[in-house]
């Protein structure tokens, strides 16, 4: 009787330790497969960007205020603060103007909002 046990316990410390071993490289191939995937989502979110944040960072690369570019196209300086907000978005017209006076296309504020 002893040895029977003795030969159960061994096989099931085998087959326990066996799969224990297989659930383990399941685990660490998932979580491998989770970070290489993660970097390409990081990527995605940096290339995406707001009509807001483009206009934003069009200004301060060209360091203006917002009051400064609100007198320059004609709108009053709470207009600006909501187009960068993400609140409200310019005009066609005021786009343009804001292409303009940031002496880039039109065409290139709108390619770089997602």
Not at 28 to 42: D, N
Not at 80 to 98: F, M, Q, Y
Request: net charge positive; hydrophobic share 55%.
């Amino acid at each position: 009787m002893n040895g029977m046990f003795l030969i159960i316990f061994i096989f099931l410390t085998v087959i326990l330790t066996g799969g224990g071993i297989a659930l383990l490289v399941l685990v660490v191939r998932a979580l491998l497969r989770y970070l290489r995937a993660s970097a390409p989502r990081a990527e995605q979110a940096a290339v995406r960007r707001t009509l807001a944040e483009v206009l934003k960072s069009h200004r301060l690369r060209c360091k203006m205020t917002q009051e400064f570019v609100a007198e320059s196209i004609g709108v009053s300086r709470q207009a600006v603060s909501k187009w960068e907000r993400g609140a409200a978005d310019p005009s066609t017209a005021n786009l343009i103007a804001l292409a303009k006076l940031f002496d880039v296309p039109a065409a290139e504020l709108l390619r770089e909002a997602e």
